[in-house]
């Protein structure tokens, strides 16, 4: 039997494109139409509630999700299921709470639920330590170890008495408690009664508990060789997870060991494209780490694994990033090659944003070189097929408005054209009539907003007007600090 997705299935099917606004305006008009359906606080409006809640928290806007999630609590149980979902709207209305830096009405909505769960489960019921769990958590980000501990302690002896699956996610959090300590003791107890698929559990819930600690990693990454092998996909997520946090550390000797880790256990297992994918990386981090020829020698076994595999698209990544290496590195007339190759091979593709990506990185190395009439028609042919809310689509229209003004240095306004793709944004999502002017600038890092409406807007219209800035803003506000 098909199975037709649910709303909120298809919400964050669009967040995995990148889609945030339309994820969150699929949620808000389903959450209408069960509001019309079954009213304002039946168990059908508060799941709906917390549907949007969960949209928005991945999406950055911690304090809408508060508010969604706390409404959604607030609907009274009408039987024991509606009560069960309760105690979750609860659990998250804490967590979103945590996220959003108001911890100390998050430890009270943490203990409530916890609190609520003991009376609802009793006690030795696996549901309890579901409230215990992220309340110890929170302990521990607040620098309360050892209340933190008992309360791990307590959660950990709870889901194995009960033989559930979060056990991982809590001797993860243990084992940070105890590198936390310094006392010693072994990260991890005896886990051989544990599944595979538990210890598997415990290596992702490491990296998400505490991904500042390479001490903790690297043990985490022995721990899984050891019990699950060198080749399992366990153990190559948490080198993948030791390797970023080597970035992020400065440790560009360690991020370079673990990634050829990783390279050679795909190589291993016969899995190709996977390969690519880690030797674009190993190549990406030999440059950074100051070697450049040994990052060209790498991009340039790259580009043969990936003629090996025969995919236009992944012939073009590669073909781009090695241009952009070569540029790099000074060496304009194989870096020109290399690009345009890589706008050659997408065209041969399906995949619209990789043509596009070619085409901006082609148009922005013309561009440098005074080749503006080149760099004009690249540009404006990349930008044609691409999502124009892509960061690349972004920089490509900086760059084109530069090369429009007739400059081959300086890379247009980035500000400006961001707060141009902020203001589209906007207008797309509301009633034609509503504004009647919007002026979008970048001051200080942040974005200032002049709006003026042509009618008074009805209260339901007035919500949505804030809902859609409020996304904008989530949307928007990681492109300035990551624009280069």
């Known amino acids: 039997m098909t199975h037709t997705p649910t709303p909120v299935e298809v ?3 669009l967040l995995r494109e990148g889609r945030m606004g339309d994820a969150e305006s699929l949620l808000t008009r389903e959450l209408q139409a069960v509001t019309d359906q079954h009213g304002e606080g039946s168990p059908a409006w508060a799941s709906a509630q917390s549907d949007l809640g969960t949209v928005l928290l991945n999406t950055g806007q911690h304090e809408r ?7 959604a609590a607030s609907a009274a149980p009408r039987d024991n299921e509606s009560h069960k979902d309760q105690l979750t709207y609860r659990l998250n209305l804490g967590l979103a709470l945590r996220m959003a830096g108001r911890l100390d009405e998050a430890e009270a909505e943490l203990r409530r639920g916890a609190e609520e769960r003991l009376a609802f489960y009793g006690r030795e019921h696996a549901g309890y330590a579901f409230g215990l769990e992220p309340l110890a958590d929170l302990l521990r980000r607040r620098g309360d170890l050892a209340e933190a501990r008992r309360v791990t302690e307590e959660t950990v002896a709870n889901f194995w008495r009960n033989g559930h699956e979060r056990v991982g996610t809590a001797l993860a959090l243990r084992a940070a408690l105890v590198h936390d300590a310094g006392t010693g003791e072994p990260l991890f107890p005896d886990l051989r009664p544990l599944p595979d698929e538990v210890v598997e559990q415990i290596g992702r819930a490491v990296a998400e508990t505490d991904p500042s600690s390479m001490a903790l990693l690297r043990a985490t990454v022995s721990m899984l060789e050891g019990r699950l092998g060198r ?19 400065g440790d560009q000797a360690g991020r370079v060991e673990a990634i050829e880790r990783v390279l050679a256990s795909y190589d291993r297992q016969g899995r190709p494209e996977d390969a690519l994918m880690a030797t674009l990386g190993l190549a990406m981090a030999q440059g950074e780490a100051g070697d450049a020829e040994a990052g060209l020698r790498t991009y340039s076994e790259a580009h043969e694994r990936a003629d090996r595999i025969g995919r236009p698209e992944l012939r073009s990544q590669v073909l781009r990033n090695w241009g952009l290496a070569l540029k790099e590195a000074g060496r304009t007339g194989p870096a020109e090659q290399r690009l345009t190759e890589a706008v050659a091979e997408a065209g041969r ?8 990506r070619a085409g901006v990185a082609l148009g922005l190395f013309l561009q440098h070189e005074d080749r503006l009439a080149e760099a004009r028609t690249v540009l404006e042919q990349g930008l044609a097929v691409m999502d124009p809310l892509h960061p690349d689509a972004i920089v490509g229209r ?3 408005g530069a090369v429009l003004d007739g400059r081959s240095c300086g890379c247009g306004d980035m500000p400006e054209t961001i707060a141009a793709a902020f203001r589209d944004f906007v207008i797309t999502r509301l009633p034609a009539d509503l504004l009647d002017h919007l002026d979008v600038t970048i001051v200080d890092g942040d974005f200032k907003i002049d709006v003026s409406l042509r009618r008074e807007p009805e209260e339901s219209e007035l919500a949505r007007l804030n809902e859609v800035f409020q996304t904008a803003l989530a949307e928007f506000r990681g492109r300035i600090t990551t624009r280069n």
């Open 231 to 249: 080749d399992h996909q366990a153990t190559l997520n948490a080198l993948s997870a030791q390797a970023n946090l080597g970035r992020d550390l």
């Open 11 to 13: 919400a964050f099917a």
């Open 65 to 71: 999700a508060v508010e969604c999630y706390r409404r």
């Open 349 to 356: 593709g399906a995949d619209h944003d990789t043509a596009g």
């Open 398 to 400: 900086s760059h084109l």
